[in-house]
C-alpha cells in the first residue's frame, strides 16, 4: 500500500512561484512513475508533468514553467512552478504507479492507481 502526501500549496499572485512536495511511503520508491495532475471546479483532472528515473513530459500549458523532480532518497517528489497563472488555480494531486503501467501515457489519469489527497493552488491576478 502506497501513501502520498502533498504539501505546500498556497494562495499567490500571478507570476509568483510555489513548490509543492508529494511524501511517498509503502513501496520501492526509486521503482515507480510519479506524477502531478490538477483539477480545476468543473473540469477534469489534467496530467501536469511525470518522471521515471531521467525521463519527463509536460502538458504544454506549463511548459518552461514547471519543473518535476525527485529525491529518491528521502522519497519525495516535488513540483517547481514559476510564473503563475490564474489559469493554474486547482487542487494538485500526485500519482505513482509502476512503470508497466505508466509506460504508454504517463499523463493519464488512468495510468496511476496510487494518488495522495491533494494540495490547493490559487492565483490571482
Known amino acids: 500500500q502506497a501513501d502520498l502526501v502533498e504539501s505546500g500549496g498556497g494562495s499567490v499572485q500571478a507570476g509568483g512561484s510555489l513548490r509543492l512536495s508529494c511524501a511517498a511511503s509503502?513501496?520501492?520508491?526509486?521503482?515507480?512513475?510519479m506524477a502531478w495532475f490538477r483539477q480545476a471546479p468543473g473540469k477534469e483532472r489534467e496530467g501536469v508533468a511525470h518522471?521515471?528515473?531521467?525521463?519527463?513530459s509536460y502538458v504544454a500549458s506549463v511548459e518552461g514553467r514547471f519543473a518535476i523532480s525527485r529525491d529518491n532518497a528521502e522519497k519525495k517528489l516535488y513540483l517547481e512552478m514559476n510564473n503563475l497563472k490564474p489559469e493554474d488555480t486547482a487542487m494538485y494531486y500526485c500519482?505513482?504507479?509502476?512503470?508497466?503501467?505508466?509506460?504508454?501515457?504517463?499523463?493519464?489519469?488512468?495510468?496511476?492507481?496510487?494518488w495522495g489527497q491533494g494540495t490547493q493552488v490559487t492565483v490571482s491576478s
Open positions: 500519482a505513482a504507479d509502476s512503470r508497466f503501467s505508466c509506460r504508454h501515457s504517463p499523463l493519464q489519469p488512468s495510468s496511476y492507481y496510487y
Open positions: 509503502g513501496y520501492t520508491y526509486s521503482d515507480v512513475c
Open positions: 518522471i521515471y528515473d531521467s525521463e519527463t
